[in-house]
Structure formats: C-alpha cells, structure tokens
C-alpha cells in the first residue's frame, strides 16, 4: 500500500462546483503540503501543516482551503472551481523539522475543470 | 529571491549517450538543502537524492551521478548510459533552512528527457 494516498486520482468537474481532494498517509508524519502542478511551473505550494492545530498559506492559496482532520489527513477544497485550477494537484508529507529529509509525495490528482 | 532554475525544458537524446541535466539555484540562506525528483510518464513523484549546503561531494549511484558547485550555484545531474526508462520529467528542488517557513520545497520548471531507442 502507498504511504501517501490521494483521491481521487482523477476528477472532471464544472466551473462553480466545490471540490474535495483528500490525502491521508501512514508514514507518521506530522507535516502535510499540497502543491499544484502545471506544465512549465514546477511545483508550487498551495498550502502546509506542521500538526491538526496549525494551517499556514503558501504561495498561492487564494481559491483553496484545506482542512487537517487527523495527523494522517489533510484535505484540499476548492470553493467554486474556475479552469484555471486545471492542474495535477500532489500532497506530501515529511518527518518534523528536518531540513534534509525528503518530502514524500502521493501520487498526485488529475484536476480538470470544464 | 529563492528561485530554481531549470533551463533545459526538453531534451531528447538516444539510447547509450550521456545525458546532463543543468540545476541553478538562488537563496539567501547559507544553509540550505537540494534535491531531484524524477516524474515518470505514470506522473508520480520519486525521490532521488538530497545533498545539504556543506557537502560539496559528488555522488554516484549507477549510472546517476550529481556534481554539486556551490561556487557556482548549481546542483547538476548526470545519467550515464541513459536507457528508455529514463524519459521523464526531473525536478530540481531547494530547501533553504531559515528563510523558509515551514519547510517548503522550491522546485524548478523541471527536464523533460525523452530517450529514444
């Protein structure tokens, strides 16, 4: 079983819907991230969490929230979805505040908004 | 600025050749870490390696090996006899230690290296 599972794994939806995306991951972990990828950008952060009581804004989080339901769960929303959040959307987790250790990454989600 | 650069957006090369992938990155914090992902065609993200702003020694693992130059700010990766396996999209990544809240990943654009049989 993957460590960082995300759901789903592909989703099409319309404009002005709310949307779920959920992570959950066994690995013990108490920082969360989601990121959002598109073509020619990299990865860039949408938002973190160091444990369930702490959610912090990364670089482009208008038009998202999430939610930190358990140390293994981290969801992201969408409000009203717009296509310009078409993306391939990854959650990660890494071990507590250790520059060196690798953040881990789900498998990402196929996001396309109609 | 904290920034990657990754200017290499495509590369195709066959079978057998050596391939270089070039990595440059900008930070203010004089401790820092660097990684590489590799993105296969499946899209996952697969950790290759982490090297921290005091260890300037390259490393080798098969035919992956990484020249880190702090002189010149960069964090390039070398595959050696590239093989069909080997196309995907790889991402350069910076971790600076203190002006870095929460311990955010700065990845670059990403290589797209397509090996051709």
């Known amino acids: 079983d993957a460590d960082v599972t995300q759901t789903p794994r592909n989703r099409i939806t319309k404009t002005g819907k709310r949307i779920m995306l959920e992570c959950s991951q066994t690995?013990?972990?108490?920082?969360m991230y989601w990121y959002r990828q598109d073509p020619g950008l990299g990865l860039r952060l949408i938002y973190y969490s160091f444990d369930v009581k702490d959610i912090n804004k990364g670089e482009i989080s208008d038009g998202y929230s999430v939610s930190r339901q358990a140390q293994a769960k981290f969801s992201l929303s969408l409000e009203s979805a717009i296509p310009n959040q078409t993306a391939l959307y990854f959650c990660?987790?890494?071990?507590?505040?250790?520059?060196?250790?690798?953040?881990?990454f789900g498998d990402g989600t196929r996001l396309s908004i109609l | 600025a904290q920034k990657v650069t990754q200017a290499q957006t495509e590369i195709s090369v066959v079978e057998k050749e050596d391939v270089t992938l070039d990595c440059v990155y900008e930070t203010r914090d004089t401790t820092y870490y660097l990684f590489w992902y590799k993105q296969p065609p499946s899209g996952e993200l697969v950790f290759l390696i982490r090297r921290n702003s005091f260890d300037e020694q390259n490393e080798i693992s098969g035919r992956y090996s990484w020249n880190f130059q702090k002189s010149t700010s960069s964090f390039n990766f070398t595959i050696t006899a590239s093989q069909v396996v080997d196309s995907a999209v790889y991402f350069c990544a910076l971790r600076p230690l203190i002006y870095n809240q929460g311990g955010k990943l700065i990845f670059g654009q990403g290589t797209e290296l397509s090996v051709k049989p």
């Open positions: 690995k013990g972990h108490d920082r």
């Open positions: 990660a987790t890494s071990e507590d505040w250790g520059g060196n250790q690798p953040q881990h």
